[in-house]
């Protein structure tokens, strides 16, 4: 065992003494100047001395005002309602859908079409939806990453 383990060891045990209230030992030099601390520190807040009752109120209002201070709460912003966050899902299915349906939709033959994509020819209107829709997408992750 090493050195530093065996003062760990020694110093533990004294000070479990301390507490238990047995008589003390005589400890190594090396440990002696810990060994008046931990005598001393027992004598000045020992078991037997608990807080009053005024101090322990006043300790936990402080503590739950620091914790608040650095933990602020999040306002409850109506976007995180619940009823507001599923008509958002639905209106997204709903969009989702008519860009779907624009882009599988059967064209009338005008020259509006867009050739050479891999679904074949798509109206031009659905290419802006689906860029709308992309951008809405865009800008809400980007919002979201920024708060």
């Not at 090493?2 to 400890?27: I, K, S, W, Y």
């Not at 520190?41 to 006043?58: I, K, M, N, Q, V």
């Given at each position: 065992?090493?050195?530093?383990?065996?003062?760990?060891?020694?110093?533990?045990?004294?000070?479990?003494?301390?507490?238990?209230?047995?008589?003390?030992?005589?400890?190594?030099?090396?440990?002696?100047?810990?060994?008046?601390?931990?005598?001393?520190?027992?004598?000045?807040?020992?078991?037997?001395?608990?807080?009053?009752?005024?101090?322990?109120?006043?300790?936990?209002?402080?503590?739950?005002?620091?914790?608040?201070?650095?933990?602020?709460?999040?306002?409850?912003?109506?976007?995180?309602?619940?009823?507001?966050?599923?008509?958002?899902?639905?209106?997204?299915?709903?969009?989702v859908l008519v860009v779907v349906g624009l882009i599988f939709a059967q064209d009338s033959g005008?020259?509006?079409?867009?050739?050479?994509?891999?679904?074949?020819?798509?109206?031009?209107?659905?290419?802006?939806?689906?860029?709308?829709?992309?951008?809405?997408?865009?800008?809400?992750?980007?919002?979201?990453?920024?708060?």
């Amino acid at each position: 065992m090493r050195d530093d383990n065996r003062l760990d060891n020694e110093l533990a045990a004294f000070t479990d003494q301390v507490l238990a209230g047995e008589d003390l030992p005589d400890v190594s030099p090396e440990l002696a100047g810990l060994a008046d601390v931990v005598q001393r520190l027992y004598d000045t807040a020992g078991p037997r001395l608990a807080p009053s009752a005024s101090f322990e109120a006043h300790l936990t209002q402080r503590l739950v005002m620091e914790w608040n201070h650095q933990h602020p709460r999040r306002g409850t912003s109506w976007l995180r309602q619940r009823p507001v966050r599923l008509a958002a899902l639905a209106a997204a299915a709903a969009v989702v859908l008519v860009v779907v349906g624009l882009i599988f939709a059967q064209d009338s033959g005008g020259d509006d079409r867009l050739l050479g994509t891999s679904l074949g020819s798509v109206t031009w209107g659905a290419v802006i939806v689906l860029g709308v829709v992309l951008g809405i997408v865009g800008l809400t992750a980007w919002y979201r990453e920024r708060h």
